[in-house]
């Protein structure tokens, strides 16, 4: 039978140690609602588990100095009751309430949804629209920050290396962080991976949209930024020539997959009428 190491370390120091001696091995899990089933399914077999659920004190949500920083073991349920995230993201408060169940939500850490990379992640797209940026620590002791458009590589692949591992997700306040908006389709109301996901953030000089800042899940290898659509919407007063514009542009942006969920096509469609109802909602 294989061995299968297992570690529970009590501090960050510790589980950077354990990266060290198991490199290449091993495995971190926080809340498991990934990687249980991928262990089970076989899809991940690694020769040693660091279990971080231990490291409690990487679950803190707060605001100092115009910096939002959220610990990357932060959970669901932990995101969508802050009264930070409230009020300094409504987009993310909404998408870590509608990511599965009670149960997963009360597992599911915010590093975990952001490391798996799922194309479907429903983190990625509320904290692409918010600029976030990831705190990495690194086996051989280093540190170092990521802006989130530059974090994911494709389907389930980051730039993590194997030996790092995200320590705190941060993003700035926004001057007006209402003007914003979610939607998430899926196959049901509830429960549901994502078919498409939108979020959009404005940033408004009276009637003229000085920055916008459009994200999409689902339609692409990873969670994606639509920087041709957020370039239609800047400096504009925003009307419905410029929406119907910015449905037109974002065909481009976009290469969704045909999979159990839904057709490419159907994805293709979809997008275009949620991204006319996001914008409207995030000017409204
Ligand atoms: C019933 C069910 C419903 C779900 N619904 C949704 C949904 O609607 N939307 C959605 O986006 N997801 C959903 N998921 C997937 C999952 O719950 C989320 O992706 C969750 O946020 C993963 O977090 P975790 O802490 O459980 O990660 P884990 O399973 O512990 O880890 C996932 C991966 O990330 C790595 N990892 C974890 N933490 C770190 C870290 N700090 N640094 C580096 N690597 C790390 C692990 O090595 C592993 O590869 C669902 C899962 C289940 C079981």
Redesign the pocket.
């Known amino acids: 039978m294989r061995e299968l190491s297992y570690v529970a370390p009590r501090d960050l120091n510790e589980a950077i140690e354990a990266l060290l001696k198991f490199k290449g091995r091993a495995?971190?899990?926080?809340?498991?609602?990934?990687?249980?089933?991928?262990m089970r399914s076989g899809a991940?077999a690694p020769g040693a588990i660091i279990d971080?659920s231990k490291l409690r004190d990487?679950s803190y949500i707060k605001e100092k100095n115009g910096i939002v920083s959220i610990g990357?073991?932060a959970?669901?349920s932990e995101i969508a009751t802050s009264e930070v995230i409230r009020n300094q993201s409504p987009i993310l408060s909404l998408a870590a309430r509608?990511?599965?169940?009670p149960?997963?939500?009360n597992?599911?850490?915010?590093?975990?949804?952001?490391?798996?990379?799922?194309p479907?992640?429903?983190?990625?797209p509320p904290l692409l629209a918010m600029e976030a940026s990831v705190r990495?620590r690194g086996g051989s002791g280093g540190s170092r920050e990521i802006p989130l458009d530059q974090f994911f590589r494709g389907p389930?692949q980051t730039v993590?290396e194997e030996d790092?591992?995200?320590?705190e997700i941060t993003f700035a306040k926004k001057e007006d962080p209402t003007r914003s908006s979610h939607f998430?389709l899926?196959l049901r109301n509830a429960?549901?991976?994502?078919v498409v996901t939108i979020a959009v953030m404005l940033e408004m000089d009276g009637k003229v949209c000085r920055k916008a800042r459009v994200a999409l899940?689902a339609v692409a290898p990873n969670p994606i930024r639509a920087y041709r659509v957020e370039g239609l919407l800047a400096g504009k007063e925003i009307d419905s020539g410029t929406i119907d514009a910015c449905a037109a542009a974002v065909r481009d942006e976009i290469s969704p997959i045909s999979d159990i969920r839904a057709s490419a096509e159907y994805r293709k469609t979809v997008t275009l009428v949620l991204l006319q109802r996001a914008i409207r909602e995030a000017l409204a």
């Open positions: 495995k971190v899990v926080a809340g498991g609602t990934n990687f249980i089933p991928d991940v971080l990487l990357a073991l959970t669901m509608r990511l599965g169940n149960l997963t939500r597992r599911a850490t915010v590093g975990g949804n952001l490391a798996h990379a799922s479907a992640a429903d983190t990625a990495i389930n993590l790092e591992i995200i320590t998430k899926g429960m549901a991976i994502s899940g």
